[in-house]
């Protein structure tokens, strides 16, 4: 079995204020809210008996 390996982000590559990683942290969020509007939508047409 082959062992994980962690390698630490070196300063070239990592750069967390860039356009290219502003873009990706905005899609991101994009998608979170359409999922959180899509969970809400399910959740109401859901209906669960809770024994009542």
Same mark, same amino acid.
């Given at each position: 079995?082959?062992?994980?390996?962690?390698?630490?982000?070196?300063?070239?590559?990592?750069?967390?204020?860039?356009? &290219? +990683?502003?873009?990706?942290?905005?899609? #991101?969020?994009?998608?979170?809210q359409k999922q959180q509007g899509l969970d &809400? +939508?399910?959740?109401?047409?859901?209906? #669960?008996?809770?024994?009542?």
């Amino acid at each position: 079995m082959a062992e994980s390996v962690h390698v630490q982000p070196r300063g070239s590559t990592f750069m967390p204020n860039s356009i &290219a +990683e502003d873009t990706l942290q905005r899609r #991101i969020t994009d998608f979170n809210q359409k999922q959180q509007g899509l969970d &809400a +939508e399910l959740d109401k047409k859901l209906k #669960i008996c809770r024994g009542c």
